[in-house]
């Protein structure tokens, strides 16, 4: 049999390392037609050691023969790697709280922190660094390997590491398909019973046909028909942007509206679970002080997070990761997300449709630049991943809204090869979510005082 090596980096991650895990001692191809080696990898022994234990557990339990490994050398992981999954956040929440607060504090609309606005800008910088360096390590011990990476901010990374290393790169996310699943409740029929086009920018894409996948009827006019009846306030956190979005510019964004708004200058107004963000008592508590508790982070005002008895059980980040690391083989099922997909149809050159990836455009999407990193739908075979381009042109406003965006892009990794926090201010001020210019400053210098562990060390230049 074929030997296939996968390395996993960032082991540590409780979505990702443990989704794709489950998808590989699930695939009957990697358990019966290759020898299979899996390389676990994370800077931190401990998070390795716990995903370690947890994978052994799972193998065996599968009667899985994978050859399973755990280091925290980059190097050794990576060596005649045929891929490499990357999933990989220091402190996440910590930094994320800073990411989340402080632009809002000087000024900037922005209503999340994660892959778009001031606050992503510092998340792309933090983890631009290490990125590279995976990728260039990559360049000297597996040049032929594929990068598949679920890393955010997803576009930014991968773009930067199209761009500035020879390795081919992949950028996954399952947002088109929450998206799918938006529309299939308002159509009140089954997600897989609809096909799609959509595409955009990761985070900011839209539909710009569905269909039923049986039939090839045209899906929209019975959607303008749902949605007009839907009520106004249902999963407001996650429709009200959408929605509104849906009638400015007559296609249907995914994947909701705290990553949608993450674009644009209008969301506030579409959004009520703001104020619930990493939710703090200032009095009490001072933020980001290593030794205090870093406040709870709430994805939106829905009936899970609200709807709590005064003194019920609150499930933490801690109580996550520890049920999700207990091993139980009664619930290990498919993941959903498309990493193992993808090797499979490289690896044994089968040809597959995936709903959605992020690579440069090369003409995919009119109107983008060939070089800028998009999102819509790819052909995977044992050649590689194409884009599918959309037959359906995105509206001027849309195309406009992400041509800023990479423009952000060009002057982030300016701003990180210069070491430049004027670059950086430039990127900030292109932004729709921008402060003024005296908080601007002010706000990239104190962000570089409260990360300066873990961001490159910029200067006004």
């Known amino acids: 049999m074929r030997k296939l090596k996968i390395a996993l980096i960032g082991a540590g991650s409780v979505s990702f390392a443990l989704g794709a895990l489950q998808d590989m001692v699930l695939s009957p191809r990697f358990k019966n037609e290759v020898e299979l080696e899996i390389a676990l990898m994370d800077i931190d022994q401990d998070n390795v050691n716990r995903t370690y234990r947890y994978a052994s557990e799972m193998f065996k339990a ?20 045929d891929f490499a999954i990357v999933a990989i956040e ?25 892959n778009g606005g001031p606050g992503s800008m510092f998340h792309t910088l933090r983890n631009l660094g290490p990125m590279l360096e995976i990728a260039r390590m990559m360049e000297k011990v597996c040049p032929d390997a594929w990068f598949i990476n679920y890393t955010n901010p997803e576009a930014k990374l991968v773009e930067a590491v199209s761009k500035l290393t020879s390795i081919k ?65 249902a999963q407001f956190d996650h429709m009200a942007l959408s929605r509104t979005m849906y009638h400015t510019y007559g296609y249907y964004p995914y994947p909701g509206t705290n990553h949608c708004g993450e674009y644009v ?17 200032p009095i009490k508590e001072k933020l980001w002080d290593k030794d205090s508790r870093t406040p709870e982070f709430v994805y939106s005002a829905s009936g899970n997070t609200l709807d709590k008895g005064l003194f ?41 449709q995936i709903n959605s990836v992020n690579l440069p455009n090369k003409g995919a999407i009119k109107g983008l630049p060939d070089d800028m990193v998009v999102e819509t739908q790819a052909i995977v075979n044992g050649r590689g991943i194409t884009l599918k381009p959309m037959t359906v042109e995105l509206p001027t406003a849309i195309i406009g809204t992400i041509h800023i965006q990479g423009t952000i892009h060009k002057l982030l990794l300016e701003a990180f090869e210069e070491n430049s926090k004027t670059k950086l201010l430039q990127a900030v001020l292109l932004d729709p979510q921008a402060p003024t210019y005296y908080q601007a400053c002010a706000m990239i210098d104190e962000m570089c005082v409260l990360q300066k562990d873990i961001l490159p060390k910029l200067e006004w230049k």
Request: proline letters at 2%; charged letters at 25%; one cysteine or more.
């Open 312 to 352: 019920a059980n609150i499930h933490t980040q801690e109580s996550w990761v520890e049920q999700a690391y207990t091993f139980n083989r009664e619930t290990v099922q498919g993941s959903n997300e498309y990493a193992i997909p993808i090797i499979e149809a490289i690896f044994f050159d089968d040809e597959v």
């Open 265 to 281: 200058s209008y969301a506030e107004d579409f959004y009520a679970g703001l104020s619930l963000q990493y939710r703090y008592n």
């Open 90 to 114: 220091v402190d996440r929440y910590f930094y994320w709280s800073q990411d989340f607060h402080i632009p809002r504090r000087f000024g900037s609309k922005q209503i999340y922190g994660e």
């Open 62 to 81: 599968f009667n899985h023969n994978a050859n399973l490994w755990q280091t925290t050398n980059l190097e050794d992981a990576l060596t005649k790697s």
């Open 169 to 233: 790169i992949v950028g996954l996310c399952h947002g088109l398909d929450m998206g799918i699943d938006q529309i299939a409740e308002f159509l009140e029929r089954k997600p897989e019973e609809i096909g799609v086009e959509g595409g955009g920018l990761n985070h900011f894409g839209f539909f710009t046909k569905i269909w039923d996948k049986a039939t090839g009827e045209d899906l929209y006019p019975l959607f303008h028909e749902k949605e007009k009846q839907a009520n106004r306030l």
